[in-house]
C-alpha cells in the first residue's frame, strides 16, 4: 500500500506538514519550524530510497500511480518518474530540506513563511512527477501562488514590483501553455474508447493526433506557444528580465529555490512535454533555440560582469549557465550534449544553491551585498571564503568539479552539430571565469575593511547546509556516473523520439 | 384538449410553481410582519424570514419530478427542464448571501431593513420565472420584475446622493433598453405570429426564408441583444454599470453582479440557441437566420473583457474595481455562447456556477469590512493580512479564483471555456482571453499586495462577526472545492444540453 503511492507521499507530505504548520499556535514558532523540517526530511528520506530501487535502465516510467480524477474530462490523477525526473525529484527535495534549515532564522510571519514554502515542494515535485498535462498544469501555476507572497512579503525593498513582475512573466507563458494543452485535448484520442486525453503518454503518441494536431501551422504554433513558456522560466535571454529583480528581492532560501529547481522546470518541461508531443517542430526550431541559448550565454556573463550586487550577480551567471543546458537539450545528432545538459541542471541547481546560501551568510552579516563593499573577507573569514572559493570555482568550471563536466560535455556533444555556437559558447566560459574570478579578488583578498574586522565566521548551521552540496559538488566534479547513469536511458529514448 | 382538462392540467402544473410560491408567501408574511412589528428592533427576525423562504423554496424541488423531461407547464408558459431547475438552488443563494450580507451591512438604515430584504426575495422569484419562462411575454414580466424591483434597490439609500445617482441612471438606461428589447419581441411576434418559443422557432425556421422576414428577424435579434447586454453588462451597453456598482449598497451590488447578470445570461441561452440556431446532430447547432450573430457576440466578448481588464487597471476603488471585472467576466461568459456547441453552454453554466461563488465572495468581503466611502478605496486595505489575517486569506482566494489560478475553481471554469473555444477552433478568441487573464492579474493583486505587501495604515477595520466568517467560510468551499473536485457540477451540467 505504502510502496505503491510512493511518489504521492512523497508529493504530498509537504502539504500535510503545511497544513499542519497552520494550527500551530503563534507562540510556537520552533514548533513550526521543527514540523517544516520534519515534512521536508521525511521526503528526503523517501527519496532516497527512491533512488535506490530505481531501474535505471528502464526507459518506461516508474513507480506509476494512475486514479481517475474528473471523468468529464478524462482528467487522471497519474504520477511516475523516469531518469529525468527521479534527478529532479532529488535535488527538490534536498534543497527543499537545506533551504528550510538555512531559514531558520525568520522572524517575520514565521508561520506563514514556512506553510507557503512547504506549499511551494508540494507543488515543484508534483511538477516533476505529473503524467498527465492537466496534473501537470496545476502544479505548475499552483507554484506561482507561494512564490508570489515568498518573495513579495519576505522579500527586499523593491519586493512589490519584483513580485508581480515575476508573477506575471510566469503568467503570461501558463496561459499559453493552457491554451497548447487544450488543442492538445482535442488533436488526439485514446485508442480504444476514443476519448480525448491529457494523458501525456497518449499525447505523445504521434499516431493518436487527428486532424487538428495533423495540421502543420498550429503544430508550429503550439510548439512555439510551450517554447515561450519554457524559455520565460528557464530564462533565455530575451524574456529573462524577470530573473535579477526577483533574485535580488527574494529571501535567501526562496532565491535558492528560484535558481535551484524553478529555473530547471523550463528545461524539464521542454524534455517532457514540448520534445515528446511534437518531435517533429522539436527538430525544426533546435537550431534557433541553441543560438538562444549561446546568446543567454555570452549576455548574461557580460552582464554578470557589469554587476555591483552580489546576488544580481548571480542571477546573471545562472542566465548564462542554464545557457548551456538550453544548447545541450538542442542537440539531437548524439547524447552526449542532452546528458551534459541534465547533468548541467542539476550541478547548475546544487552550485547556485550554495552560491545564494553563501551571498546570504554574508548578507546576514554586513546587511549589504555590494561587491565593491567589502574587501579581505578572506583574513576574517577564512572558513567562510574557503566554501565560497570552492562554490566559485565551481562555478566557472574548473576541472575536478561538477559543473566543468557538464559543460564540456555539452560543449563536445553540441561541437558536431553547431560549431559556430558551440566556439561561441566557450568563450562563455572565460567571461564567466573572468568575473568570478575578479569578484572573488575584490570580496576576498585586498586589505580588510575595518567595519568588517569584526565579522563573526560562518556558523555550524551554515556550514550545515553548504557542506552537502560542497561534497556533492567535489563528488560529481571527480565521478559523474551516479547522475549519468540515472538519465543516461530516459535521454537515449528522449533523442530517440524527437530523431524517429 | 377539453377545456376542463385544461384547466385541470393548468391546475397540475401550478404544482411545478412550487419554489415560486413557497417563494411569493415568504415574501407576502415578510411584508405583513414588517408593518406589524417594530422594524428597528428586528433586523435579525426579517433576515431569518428571508433566509428561511429562500431555503424553503428549495423543498419542493425534493418531490416535484426529475428535471430530465423538459416538461412545459402552464400552457407552455414556463418549462421545466435542468437549465430551470439548475438556475432556482443558483438563484436562492445569490439572496441568501445577499441578504445575510444586509443584515451586517450598515449601509441600510433600519427603517428600509425589512424592505430590501423583501426586494431581494421578489427579485429572485423574478429571476427563477424568467429562467423557466419559455414565452415572450412571460419572458417579459420576468425581465421587468427582475428590473424594476433591481432599480428601487439600488435607491434604496434614500439619503445618499451616490444612491441616487445610481439608480437614476440605472432606471433611465434599463426602460430605454428594455423598450428596445419589447420592441424587438413585437417584431417577432409580427412575424411568427406566436409568443411561445417553440412556436416561433418553428417559424422562423420556415419564414427566414424570404428577405423581408429575415430583415425583421435580424432586426429583432440585434434589439434583444440590447435587453440582454444590457442586463449583463457587457460592451457596448455597460456604461452604466461602474457607476451603479459604486453607488449601491454593498450587498446589492454583489447581488446585481451575479443575480441580474447570470439571468441575462441563462436568458440569452433560452431565446437565442431555440429561436436564432438549430441543431445539427448531437452536440453543434448552426445560424439560422442567416446573420452571423456569433460572430458578432465574439466581437463583443473580446472587445469587453480587453477593454473593462484595461479599465480596471487605474481603478483606486474597490468595488468599482471589482465592477469592472464582473464587466469582464461577462465577456469571459461571452465566449461560450459563441461556439454554437452544446460543450459552449455547458462552460457558460458552469462558469455561472463557479462566478457565484468566487464574485459573491470578493463583495462580501468589501461588504463586510464597511461600506463607507473610506473603506471602499484600495489603501484601506492595506495591512489587513496582519490585522485580520481570515478576511484577508479569503479575499485572496476570491480574488485568484476570479483571475483562474489553480487549485481555485475559477480556473476550472475558465478551463472550460478554452476547451469549449478551442473545440470550434476559434483560436483569437482564446489567446485574448488567455491575454486578458495576464492583465486581470495586475489589478487584482493591487488588492492583494495592499493586504499582505504593505505596511498597515491606521485603518480601523471593523470586528468581523462570527457570522461573517461562516459566510465567508461557507463560499470558501465551493471556490477551493470545484477547483480540485468538480465532477458532481459537470455531470449536472452535463445534462442539460
Known amino acids: ?500 | 384538449m377539453t377545456t376542463e382538462a385544461f384547466i385541470v392540467d393548468n391546475i397540475r402544473s401550478l404544482s411545478l410553481l412550487g419554489p415560486e410560491i413557497v417563494l411569493s408567501t415568504g415574501a407576502l408574511l415578510l411584508l405583513i410582519t414588517g408593518i406589524a412589528i417594530p422594524y428597528w428592533r428586528y433586523r435579525m427576525v426579517f433576515t431569518l424570514m428571508g433566509v428561511a423562504a429562500l431555503g424553503l423554496s428549495l423543498l419542493p424541488l425534493m418531490v416535484l419530478p426529475s428535471p430530465g423531461g423538459n416538461i412545459p407547464y402552464l400552457s407552455n408558459l414556463f418549462i421545466w427542464d435542468w437549465l430551470s431547475c439548475f438556475f432556482k438552488p443558483f438563484f436562492a443563494v445569490v439572496g441568501g448571501v445577499t441578504i445575510i450580507l444586509i443584515y451586517g451591512s450598515k449601509e441600510i438604515e433600519d427603517q428600509y431593513y425589512h424592505e430590501s430584504v423583501f426586494l431581494v426575495l421578489v427579485i429572485t422569484i423574478g429571476m427563477m420565472l424568467l429562467t423557466a419562462a419559455t414565452d415572450l411575454l412571460m419572458i417579459y414580466v420576468a425581465f421587468e420584475t427582475m428590473g424594476i424591483l433591481s432599480y428601487l434597490l439600488v435607491g434604496i439609500k434614500a439619503r445618499d446622493l451616490r444612491s441616487g445617482e445610481a439608480a437614476l441612471k440605472y432606471i433611465l438606461y434599463g426602460a430605454f433598453t428594455s423598450g428596445i428589447m419589447l420592441f424587438g419581441f413585437s417584431l417577432v411576434f409580427g412575424v411568427a405570429g406566436t409568443t411561445e418559443l417553440s412556436g416561433i422557432s418553428q417559424a422562423v425556421a420556415s419564414v427566414s426564408v424570404q428577405p423581408h422576414n429575415r430583415l425583421l428577424l435580424i432586426t429583432s435579434m440585434l434589439f434583444f441583444l440590447v435587453g440582454l447586454l444590457f442586463k449583463a453588462a457587457s460592451f457596448p451597453f455597460h456604461f452604466w454599470c461602474p457607476d451603479v456598482y459604486e453607488g449601491a449598497p454593498t450587498p446589492v451590488t454583489a447581488f446585481l453582479s451575479v443575480g441580474p447578470k447570470c439571468a441575462a445570461f441563462a436568458l440569452i441561452i433560452r431565446l437565442f440557441y431555440p429561436l436564432f440556431a438549430t441543431r445539427e446532430g448531437n452536440e453543434l447547432y448552426t445560424t439560422a437566420t442567416g446573420l452571423d450573430w456569433p460572430a458578432i457576440l465574439a466581437l463583443i466578448s473580446a472587445v469587453t473583457m480587453t477593454w473593462e481588464n484595461l479599465a480596471a487597471i487605474p481603478q483606486t476603488n474597490v468595488k468599482r474595481l471589482l465592477a469592472y471585472s464582473s464587466i469582464a467576466h461577462a465577456g469571459y461568459l461571452l465566449m461560450g455562447l459563441v461556439c454554437l456547441s452544446s460543450l459552449g453552454l455547458r462552460a457558460v453554466v458552469f462558469y455561472m456556477a463557479v462566478y457565484l461563488f468566487m464574485n459573491l465572495g470578493a463583495f462580501a468581503v468589501v461588504a463586510i469590512l464597511g461600506g463607507t466611502a473610506e473603506s471602499e478605496e484600495i489603501h484601506f486595505y492595506r495591512g489587513l493580512g496582519n490585522q485580520s489575517p481570515f478576511v484577508a486569506v479569503a479575499m485572496t482566494v476570491f480574488l485568484f479564483s476570479l483571475v483562474g489560478l489553480p487549485p481555485f475553481a475559477g480556473f476550472v471554469g475558465k478551463v472550460y471555456l478554452f476547451v469549449a473555444v478551442i473545440s470550434r477552433e476559434i483560436y483569437w478568441l482564446a489567446v485574448v482571453a488567455a491575454l486578458n487573464t495576464v492583465v486581470s492579474l495586475y489589478y487584482y493583486m493591487r488588492i492583494v499586495k495592499a493586504m499582505f505587501l504593505e505596511p498597515a495604515t491606521e485603518s480601523h477595520y471593523p470586528d468581523i462577526s462570527l457570522g461573517s466568517q461562516l459566510l465567508l467560510i461557507a463560499l470558501m468551499i465551493p471556490t477551493f472545492g470545484l477547483g480540485v473536485y468538480w465532477q458532481p457540477l459537470a455531470q449536472i451540467v452535463g445534462f442539460m444540453f
Open chain 1, 1 to 500: 500500500m505504502f510502496a505503491e503511492h510512493l511518489l504521492s507521499w512523497i508529493i504530498f507530505s509537504p502539504l500535510v506538514g503545511a497544513v499542519a504548520i497552520l494550527f500551530v499556535p503563534k507562540r510556537l514558532p520552533n514548533l513550526m519550524k521543527t514540523l517544516a523540517l520534519i515534512s521536508t526530511a521525511i521526503p528526503l528520506w523517501w527519496v532516497a530510497q527512491l533512488y535506490n530501487q530505481f531501474d535505471p535502465a528502464d526507459a518506461a516510467f516508474q513507480y506509476v500511480e494512475r486514479a481517475p480524477w474528473i471523468k468529464a474530462f478524462n482528467i487522471s490523477y497519474s504520477v511516475g518518474i523516469d531518469g529525468i525526473s527521479i534527478l529532479m525529484v532529488l535535488l527538490t527535495a534536498m534543497l527543499s530540506f537545506l533551504c528550510i534549515v538555512a531559514s531558520w532564522n525568520i522572524r517575520q510571519h514565521v508561520r506563514g513563511y514556512f506553510a507557503l514554502f512547504l506549499l511551494l515542494d508540494t507543488s515543484m515535485m508534483g511538477v516533476f512527477c505529473a503524467l498527465d498535462f492537466f496534473l501537470f498544469y496545476v502544479f505548475w501555476e499552483l507554484m506561482l501562488l507561494p512564490m508570489y507572497f515568498l518573495i513579495g512579503i519576505w522579500g527586499g525593498p523593491k519586493k512589490e514590483y519584483a513580485a508581480i513582475k515575476f508573477f506575471l512573466f510566469t503568467l503570461v507563458g501558463s496561459v499559453l501553455m493552457l491554451i497548447v494543452m487544450v488543442v492538445f485535448f482535442f488533436g488526439s484520442a485514446e485508442p480504444t474508447t476514443g476519448l480525448h486525453s491529457f494523458d501525456l503518454m497518449i499525447l505523445a503518441d504521434q499516431s493518436m493526433h487527428q486532424s487538428l494536431l495533423l495540421n502543420t501551422t498550429i503544430r508550429w504554433l503550439c510548439y512555439f506557444a510551450l517554447l515561450i513558456n519554457f524559455c520565460i522560466k528557464i530564462p533565455v535571454v530575451p524574456l529573462h528580465t524577470w530573473l535579477p529583480d526577483a533574485h535580488v528581492e527574494a529571501p535567501t532560501a526562496v532565491s535558492v529555490i528560484l535558481a535551484g529547481v524553478l529555473l530547471k522546470m523550463g528545461a524539464y518541461g521542454i524534455l517532457r512535454i514540448s520534445y515528446p508531443l511534437l518531435p517533429d517542430m522539436a527538430f525544426v526550431f533546435a537550431p534557433y533555440v541553441a543560438l538562444f541559448g549561446v546568446i543567454s550565454i555570452i549576455y548574461g556573463a557580460l552582464c554578470a560582469m557589469a554587476q555591483q550586487d552580489l546576488k544580481k550577480l548571480i542571477a546573471y551567471s545562472s542566465i548564462s549557465h542554464m545557457g548551456f543546458v538550453v544548447l545541450g537539450i538542442s542537440v539531437f545528432t548524439n547524447t552526449t550534449a542532452i546528458n551534459g545538459a541534465v547533468l548541467q541542471m542539476f550541478n547548475h541547481g546544487t552550485v547556485t544553491a550554495m552560491l545564494f546560501l553563501l551571498v546570504g551568510v554574508i548578507y546576514d552579516r554586513a546587511h549589504h551585498r555590494i561587491i565593491d563593499g567589502f574587501g579581505g573577507l578572506a583574513k576574517t573569514m577564512p572558513i567562510y571564503a574557503g566554501y565560497t572559493g570552492l562554490a566559485f570555482f565551481a562555478a566557472l568550471g574548473l576541472p575536478g568539479l561538477s559543473s566543468f563536466i557538464s559543460e564540456a560535455l555539452v560543449l563536445i556533444g553540441s561541437f558536431q552539430q553547431y560549431r559556430v555556437y558551440t566556439i561561441t559558447a566557450t568563450s562563455g566560459i572565460v567571461l564567466t571565469a573572468g568575473y568570478f574570478l575578479w569578484t572573488m579578488q575584490r570580496v576576498f583578498l585586498g586589505p580588510v575593511k575595518e567595519q568588517y574586522a569584526g565579522l563573526p565566521e560562518i556558523n555550524l548551521r551554515e556550514v550545515f547546509t553548504l557542506t552537502p552540496l560542497a561534497l556533492i559538488v567535489v563528488l560529481l566534479g571527480f565521478y559523474p556516473m551516479p547522475v549519468l547513469d540515472l538519465i543516461g536511458t530516459s535521454l537515449k529514448h528522449t533523442v530517440d523520439l524527437v530523431l524517429r
